[in-house]
């Protein structure tokens, strides 16, 4: 696996405390990387850290294969970072405010002029580019903040909160260029701490919890180590021996009662259990008339990793 990020034993304290403690993970290049955890869990502080803003107090971080306490000036233009908030003039229009930046990033004045018009069009802003960013509403201001990130063309983008505080309209947005830039071959690696919100675009999510990473995998990984799914059997002449002997089954965490004949199983296995528990139940003498499995939402399975975590 080709690796665009790569975190080993990261450490962080303010005063005493710890608010990383011996974070390890790596994020595959060209994946969509959800670094989910609740408030305070310490998200953005492994964000500033990778994007040089912060100094950790012990561990390695290789960003493309470079050590970033070593290389930070060429990691820098291969970066692109998008803050929860970020500061714009609100007297400059939109165009200007890019053409600054991409001075800043050291693009001649012809080239961030041709720049920034094509990033401002990527993020449907090419109406806009004339117009004051003070105008501008808070999904405008989170396209343009992407706009400027994409600047110079970085190969990894990561993005602080990138849908907090949007309308569904602009979740939406975000999460078209967000699926766009990595379409184009650029690694994304998004915090969040709303899993609905971005579970649909990742192909990779870590939970953070308490600076430590509880959980990390593919969503499907996820979805299937936390806890499956819920199985609900209709049986015509259900027995109080048949509910006990499907609590009895190892993988079987709980058994609810639905109606006089459905069952609700909740279980915990990896494979599908689905067969075997019919023949269990039909060779002691219930008659089955449906059986569906429905799995878990990954923010159940979220909940369910971060409570049993604790
Ligand atoms: N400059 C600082 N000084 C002291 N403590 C800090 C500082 N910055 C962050 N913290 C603490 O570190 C912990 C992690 O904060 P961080 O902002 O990284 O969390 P987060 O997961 O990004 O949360 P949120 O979703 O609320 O932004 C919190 O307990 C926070 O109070």
Redo the contacts with the bound molecule.
């Keep these: 696996m080709a690796t665009a990020i790569s975190i080993k034993n990261l450490y962080k304290k303010?005063?005493p405390?710890y608010?990383l403690e011996d974070l390890s993970f790596d994020v595959e290049k060209g994946s969509i990387y959800g670094f989910l955890?609740?408030?305070?869990?310490?998200?953005?502080?492994?964000?500033?850290i990778l994007s040089g803003l912060s100094i950790p107090n012990g561990g390695q971080i290789l960003i493309d294969n470079m050590d970033l306490s070593l290389e930070a000036d060429k990691i820098k233009n291969i970066l692109g970072l998008v803050p929860?908030d970020s500061e714009f003039y609100d007297e400059r229009t939109a165009l200007s405010q890019m053409n600054y930046f991409a001075r800043l990033k050291g693009l001649s004045k012809d080239e961030g002029q041709e720049q920034s018009m094509l990033l401002l069009e990527r993020v449907g802003l090419e109406n806009e580019m004339t117009k004051k960013v003070g105008s501008f509403s808070h999904g405008m201001k989170k396209r343009l903040s992407i706009a400027q990130a994409l600047l110079n063309d970085p190969k990894i983008l990561i993005l602080?909160?990138p849908t907090n505080g949007l309308d569904p309209v602009g979740v939406r947005q975000v999460k078209q260029i967000i699926r766009d830039c990595n379409d184009n071959g650029i690694t994304i690696f998004a915090?969040s701490?709303n899993l609905l919100e971005i579970q649909e675009i990742c192909t990779h999510i870590g939970i953070?919890k308490n600076?430590r990473l509880i959980t990390e995998g593919t969503i499907g990984d996820i979805r299937r180590l936390e806890s499956n799914g819920v199985i609900t059997v209709g049986i015509y002449n259900m027995s109080p021996e048949i509910v006990s002997l499907v609590e009895g089954v190892e993988y079987v965490v709980k058994t609810e009662l639905k109606e006089k004949n459905i069952l609700e199983i909740y279980v915990n296995s990896k494979t599908d259990v689905k067969p075997e528990l019919n023949k269990l139940i039909v060779n002691n003498g219930g008659q089955v008339f449906k059986l569906i499995e429905n799995s878990l939402s990954l923010e159940d399975a979220y909940l369910s990793a971060t409570e049993m975590k604790e």
């Design positions: 303010y005063g405390r608010v955890g609740q408030n305070g869990a310490g998200k953005t502080t492994t964000i500033k929860q602080d909160e915090s701490h953070l600076g």
